[in-house]
């Protein structure tokens, strides 16, 4: 008897089969991958027959749902004002698509910040999540329509509650203990044939309520370039995949059918439905895409390109903090001086904090020390906000530049007096890099030195106190204050080229060459004479031309050896 019911389920689902594709007209040529799939989907369906017959209510699967997104939430830290701007944005479109869904949920959608998730999931009940990954392989509001409605319909066809449902009886767990059911199972994706009917259906949402088929033909075709990349390890279009983003999409195209066969249905379907494929709506959050490629070039020690992408991301939305901080940076990296301190202001006017007042006021003094005072007091006079002790400290700090260095020597002697605070040691070793600036090393020294004292494990002090100490020609007492310290990122690169100027002016050449490759390699500014000159002394600008030339030398001497 059991075999008979066997063989009529396998027979129902033929028919099924082939009622579904006469009437979708969608066809495939079959081959040894077709019939595989055949095969592994029907043993799926059968495994469903059972869940069909006894599924959850509604009210059940939206409880779990609940359940799940409050538990993958709560280890989330707090999101930033432009995570709510995209996740609102996602709502906001994701709703449009809902009004088409046979099921009446309530729909919830969640961004991941995270480059690396290029993946989007849903959970039963309702609940649908879109990783910055993924947002940021899109350029138009369809191609985020496709994807939506895409995990919609995971939803809306019962997918997720069937998976839900599956896992209860392989692992044989309450109805209870489903919460606990890791988020990895709605991310591994679903059979073949489910990922096919999500985007036929999801497709099919999008485009009921305006958005053009053609959104879900350019992200699978995207998909496919992605694919391409991670069987060659080639470089993307856009950049170089990191390792996690590749474990991430070798997950999403292990669990989902290739891209082509996706894209080959989508365009049997526009052909056959008549599908407008108009043009497509621009992408409202694509500006953050941009935002974190200029992010990323400008930690790879591309500037320019850094720069390109900041000004493209405020030419589709104007006005933003991020972007032109990164515009800023981009061109403070660069020695374009005055165009950054153009950008730090702006910056400014939108958030005042001393380190970007920091960066603005030596942006001006980089870019004309006579000029520079005058604009910051000009700039500091136009609001009440901007009077601030820090603010005070800078404006004596451009005077000295000028040649006016009253100020800053009495604001020295109050520093000196005022043990108490416990700012004052930042102040001191803030104004003591203004007297190096202006080349008075003696009594830079000084102020860095009590500042270093009370903070003798400051990273950044302590570099300063040892490039003053250089100066005096005191080498031995600045290789020992280096070697106290211990640094990250840019810290540790100017750390690093502090002891290859040092050790090259005490006549180790060899050490200090291996020092300066390394320093130089990882941090690119300084290969730009201009920002040396800016930023350090005459001396350490002539330094770095020679070991540079050195270097060079030695090279062509290897190359062209026997």
């Known amino acids: 008897m059991r075999h008979w019911l066997v063989f009529g389920g396998i027979l129902l689902l033929a028919v099924a089969a082939i009622v579904t594709a006469e009437r979708r007209k969608v066809d495939t040529q079959p081959s040894a991958t077709t019939l595989l799939y055949l095969v592994a989907d029907t043993e799926q369906e059968l495994t469903r027959m059972p869940v069909r017959f006894t599924r959850m209510s509604d009210n059940e699967e939206i409880a779990i749902g609940n359940e799940l997104a409050r538990n993958?939430?709560?280890g989330q830290e707090r999101r930033r004002p432009e995570e709510i701007e995209v996740e609102s944005y996602l709502t906001q479109v994701g709703m449009r698509l809902t009004t088409g869904a046979h099921r009446k949920l309530p729909y919830r959608f969640h961004y991941i910040p995270d480059s690396n998730f290029i993946n989007a999931f849903a959970l039963p009940g309702g609940h649908v999540y879109v990783g910055q990954g993924l947002i940021e392989l899109m350029d138009?509001?369809?191609?985020?329509?496709?994807?939506?409605?895409?995990?919609?319909?995971?939803?809306?066809?019962?997918?997720?509650?069937?998976?839900?449902?599956?896992?209860?009886?392989?692992?044989?767990?309450?109805?209870?203990?489903?919460?606990?059911?890791?988020?990895?199972?709605?991310?591994?994706?679903?059979?073949?044939?489910?990922?096919?009917?999500?985007?036929?259906?999801?497709?099919?949402?999008?485009?009921?309520?305006g958005y053009s088929a053609n959104g879900a033909i350019r992200m699978f075709e995207t998909f496919q370039r992605l694919y391409e990349e991670y069987q060659s390890h080639a470089r993307s279009p856009q950049e170089e995949l990191a390792q996690v983003a590749v474990q991430t999409l070798g997950g999403y195209f292990r669990s989902h059918p290739l891209p082509s066969e996706r894209i080959v249905q989508i365009k049997m379907l526009i052909a056959s439905q008549g599908w407008p494929t108009h043009p497509e709506r621009d992408l409202e959050v694509a500006y953050m895409a941009w935002n974190n490629k200029a992010a990323n070039a400008q930690y790879n020690g591309n500037f320019s390109q850094a720069e390109q992408l900041a000004k493209h991301s405020l030419q589709i939305h104007p006005g933003q903090q991020r972007a032109m901080e990164l515009l800023a940076r981009a061109q403070f990296a660069q020695a374009e001086?005055?165009?950054?301190?153009?950008?730090?202001?702006?910056?400014?006017?939108?958030?005042?904090?001393?380190g970007l007042m920091d960066s603005y006021a030596l942006a001006l003094a980089a870019s004309d020390r006579q000029a520079a005072a005058r604009e910051f007091r000009q700039w500091v006079e136009q609001t009440e906000k901007y009077r601030t002790p820090h603010a005070e400290l800078n404006q004596a700090g451009l005077d000295l530049m000028a040649g006016s260095p009253s100020r800053a020597r009495q604001l020295a002697s109050e520093l000196h007096s005022r043990t108490e605070d416990a700012n004052t040691p930042t102040s001191q070793a803030d104004l003591g890099w203004w007297f190096y600036?202006?080349?008075?090393?003696?009594?830079?020294?000084?102020?860095?030195?009590?500042?270093?004292?009370?903070?003798?494990?400051?990273?950044?002090?302590?570099?300063?106190?040892?490039?003053a100490m250089f100066e005096l020609r005191h080498y031995n007492d600045a290789q020992e204050i280096l070697n106290r310290?211990?640094?990250?990122?840019?810290?540790?690169?100017e750390r690093m080229m502090a002891r290859a100027v040092i050790l090259w002016n005490a006549q180790q050449h060899e050490?200090?060459?291996?020092?300066?490759?390394?320093?130089?390699?990882?941090?690119?500014?300084?290969?730009?004479?201009r920002w040396v000159s800016a930023m350090y002394s005459q001396t350490v600008a002539?330094?770095?031309?020679?070991?540079?030339q050195e270097g060079e030398r030695l090279r062509k001497t290897h190359s062209s050896s026997p």
């Open 140 to 209: 138009s509001e369809d191609e985020l329509a496709s994807v939506l409605g895409h995990e919609i319909e995971h939803i809306d066809h019962y997918h997720c509650a069937e998976r839900v449902q599956q896992e209860q009886a392989l692992r044989k767990i309450p109805f209870g203990g489903l919460v606990a059911l890791p988020i990895e199972v709605f991310e591994a994706g679903y059979s073949k044939d489910q990922e096919l009917e999500a985007d036929r259906e999801g497709t099919q949402l999008a485009v009921q309520v």
């Open 437 to 467: 600036l202006a080349g008075d090393y003696p009594f830079a020294t000084d102020l860095l030195a009590e500042a270093v004292q009370q903070r003798p494990g400051d990273v950044r002090m302590g570099t300063r106190y040892s490039w």
């Open 542 to 548: 002539n330094s770095i031309d020679a070991m540079r």
């Open 72 to 74: 993958y939430s709560s």
């Open 337 to 354: 001086f005055a165009e950054a301190a153009h950008s730090y202001r702006q910056v400014l006017d939108l958030e005042s904090s001393e």
């Open 485 to 493: 310290l211990y640094a990250e990122g840019n810290a540790e690169h």
């Open 511 to 529: 050490e200090a060459l291996a020092k300066f490759s390394l320093a130089e390699s990882q941090q690119p500014e300084w290969k730009n004479r």
